[in-house]
């Protein structure tokens, strides 16, 4: 099934740092940050219960592919929200409780 995506924005300003941050390193790197987290999100939200539970309640993780960042959503029956974007390196429980 199908779910409609939600990506709140505190969750849009962190993959904005984040590329902002690597086309910094290198032009067009951010690009390729950025498409690699939306792939992802978009298995989320094609099958969301084949990511992993990592925090109670029922929010789940996802290990982006060659970059080291975290994408935390929950989901609902009819969509799937998308709560931050983090990099491995923070503490991923702390800045979600801030947000809840």
Not at 11 to 19: E, I, K, P, Q, T
Not at 82 to 88: K, M, Y
């Amino acid at each position: 099934m199908k779910r409609r995506l939600v990506i709140r924005p505190e969750a849009y300003n962190d993959l904005s740092g984040a590329r902002d941050w690597y086309e910094a390193k290198r032009a067009g790197l951010g690009g390729e940050m950025a498409t690699a987290v939306l792939q992802k999100i978009r298995d989320a939200r094609m099958r969301p219960e084949s990511f992993p539970i990592r925090l109670n309640p029922g929010i789940r993780r996802i290990l982006i592919d060659r970059f080291p960042f975290a994408v935390y959503f929950y989901s609902r029956d009819d969509a799937v929200i998308v709560l931050g974007i983090f990099h491995t390196s923070q503490d991923h429980e702390r800045l979600l409780y801030k947000r809840k």
